[in-house]
């Protein structure tokens, strides 16, 4: 693994692993603007030009400068005032001391001389599984070094894939004009701020979109030539307006098709700040996340194009794929059966046997993954590299809680389509179930990366650090995903765990209790135990509202949960077993879960997470939360 480790203001920057970090706090950084600073700090001293940062970030994706302004304003947010100058029309400037750490010193001085590395070409021809030593230390020695080790040694797969090679970017799908917005407000000073920062925050976030070529200034270059105009074949132009009312704007966006002017897309919707997302910010990931909606149909039409299909049968294959983006669970039959007539009329396509394999096994928790597997197994004799039929074989391993060979699938799916983004993501969460959390960042980062505007993906990543214990960036994410889908639950519901977990039972109270006002908590049967700040009251008046309701039979690990929090630890142990005797999909969440760190070092918590084919790690457990009664 190539790349150096880079010191200043005491901050640390891998710039392998793209990670930031500053006092043993990670930095959370989009990858293009992490390449921005990673430029800028390897430069350091030196003016970088905005000709050599486009071309070195962003390549022959064609972007405005904008895209490079907005970045270096995120980074000057992010590390703080006088570290990046900018040279007047002609680029910036690291203006910090830096030292530069080479990855082999970092080894051989702080994980040891014995620090066994396998190289790239290694873990792409493995035929078993590679697991990479456990981080040794989570905290920080000197210089906040230490922390970056499980990085430095447990991400080399994800070097394997060559993220920027040009072999492994797609053409296009689409190209869009970005035409200004109109901005209407009864303060007209606010105008002209808004402009920019919607113009920069929408170029930089549809950027990040796979497969799309983005233009600004309604499809013209920043300084047209003379008597030229850009003729991109399929171009769209989108425009749209925002009405400022106190801090709510309602947005009005359209997309024009460049050929006969119709607009086959016209979207209003309302939106807020939210802490820590400014309001530009939250109106450009909505834009985003309907544009990337709209082109995954053409990621699917050019995954069509690969099986030779006639007009009738690749129709049945788009509404295949249309259907589970509705969200309707109760049509996976109706699903499997256009695959199915798919499959037969296309019998050597193995895109085909894959998808309905994926079908099969999305239809069912666990009783359709053998079938499942059966069907990804003859997609792969058909086409060895389907990296949809190894997702399957690793989604079905993994929920048989067959680790090592989930692994080595979902590797082999990443290897052979590293934009494979749900098996970025499902190996990620397989990571983290097994306590393997730099691993399961740096393979959910890249997921991310992939699907920047899904909010269930944002939760995903918001969880596992949850189970990391990065409070700040779990609140981060979960945020993240409600500007993308105002009121997710999910989200919603990571935000209280993450509270409860950090012990802010203020902010407990404003998640649970959203819609009450002061008053009507007091007088709430539930609430007014937080307000008085009886935390062991609370927790068993939730448990006892919860089994009055008889919903003690749905999930043994939620009252596992509660018995935890509630001090019973004989009757969490009991709930513990009940789920892994039952086989419950949550079994892994014993795992992870901080809640459950009071019960760690219980000889018969050990052995439920031995039962399910992991070790325990009594890693000096916070008990801190829950004083149990027996």
């Given at each position: 693994m190539r790349g150096n480790i880079y010191a200043f203001e005491g901050f640390l920057l891998d710039e392998a692993e793209q990670r930031l970090q500053k006092d043993g706090v990670e930095i959370q950084l989009p990858p293009r603007i992490f390449d921005v600073l990673r430029i800028l700090v390897a430069r350091h001293g030196t003016l970088v030009s905005y000709e050599e940062l486009m071309d070195s970030v962003w390549g022959e994706t064609f972007v405005e400068e904008g895209n490079l302004r907005y970045s270096v304003h995120a980074l000057r947010k992010a590390l703080g005032p006088g570290l990046i100058e900018t040279v007047a029309k002609k680029g910036y400037r690291f203006s910090a001391e830096v030292r530069a750490i080479e990855r082999e010193e970092f080894i051989t001085q702080y994980v040891g001389e014995n620090a066994a590395i396998h190289s790239q070409n290694d873990i792409a021809q493995a035929d078993e599984?590679?697991?990479?030593p456990r981080p040794f230390v989570e905290?920080?020695?000197p210089a906040s070094l230490i922390a970056l080790v499980a990085v430095v040694i447990g991400a080399i797969f994800t070097m394997s894939i060559g993220?920027?090679?040009?072999?492994n970017t797609p053409r296009p799908l689409s190209t869009l004009a970005l035409a200004p917005f109109e901005i209407v407000s009864d303060d007209a000073d606010k105008i002209p701020t808004m402009q920019k920062g919607i113009e920069e925050a929408l170029s930089f976030n549809l950027g990040r979109i796979r497969g799309l070529r983005v233009l600004r200034n309604g499809g013209q270059p920043s300084e047209p030539k003379s008597g030229t105009v850009d003729s991109s074949p399929g171009k769209e132009t989108l425009s749209g307006s925002i009405r400022l009312e106190g801090t709510v704007a309602r947005v009005s966006v359209s997309l024009v098709g460049a050929s006969d002017g119709e607009p086959p897309f016209a979207k209003a919707f309302t939106a807020e700040p939210i802490e820590g997302i400014g309001l530009e910010e939250?109106?450009?990931?909505?834009i985003a996340r309907l544009i990337d909606q709209r082109l995954t149909v053409k990621r699917d039409e050019r995954l069509a194009d690969g099986g030779s299909l006639d007009e009738e049968t690749r129709a049945m294959f788009l509404l295949s794929q249309r259907i589970p983006r509705e969200s309707d669970l109760n049509r996976w039959p109706e699903v499997i059966a256009l695959l199915e007539t798919v499959t037969e009329r296309a019998p050597a396509w193995g895109t085909g046997l894959a998808k309905k394999a994926e079908a099969v096994a999305l239809a069912s928790e666990t009783a359709n993954c053998d079938k499942a597997i059966e069907i990804a197994d003859r997609a792969i004799a058909l086409e060895p590299n389907s990296a949809e039929a190894h997702f399957v074989r690793g989604?079905?391993?993994?929920?048989a809680l067959d680790w090592a060979n989930a692994e080595d699938a979902f590797r082999r799916a990443i290897l052979a389509d590293p934009t494979q983004s749900r098996a970025h993501f499902d190996y990620g969460v397989l990571l983290d179930n097994q306590r393997r959390f730099a691993e399961a960042e740096i393979r959910l980062r890249r997921g991310l990366e992939l699907e920047p505007f899904s909010p269930y993906y944002n939760y995903v990543v918001a969880r596992h650090f949850v189970h990391d214990k990065k409070w700040d960036a779990s609140i981060r994410y979960s945020r993240?995903?409600?500007?993308?889908?105002?009121?997710y639950f999910l989200a919603e519901k990571n935000l209280y765990w993450t509270y409860v977990n950090q012990g802010r039972y203020d902010l407990v109270l404003a998640a649970a209790y959203p819609n009450l006002t002061n008053e009507e908590r007091a007088r709430h049967p539930i609430a007014r135990f937080l307000i008085d700040g009886d935390l062991h009251a609370y927790w068993q008046a939730i448990l006892a509202d919860r089994l009055a309701k008889g919903d003690q039979k749905a999930n043994p690990i939620t009252f596992a949960v509660y018995q935890t929090l509630s001090g019973n630890r004989e009757e969490a142990l009991k709930e513990l077993a009940r789920a892994v005797d039952e086989s419950s999909t949550e079994r892994p969440r014993i795992n992870v879960d901080p809640v459950f760190d009071p019960l760690r070092s219980d000889p018969r918590f050990i052995t439920l997470i031995e039962r399910i084919g992991l070790r325990s790690d009594n890693d000096d457990p916070d008990t801190s939360r829950t004083t149990f009664d027996n």
């Open positions: 599984p590679i697991y990479a905290k920080w020695m993220r920027d090679d040009p072999a939250v109106i450009a990931l909505r989604r079905c391993f993994a929920r993240i995903a409600l500007a993308i889908e105002p009121g």
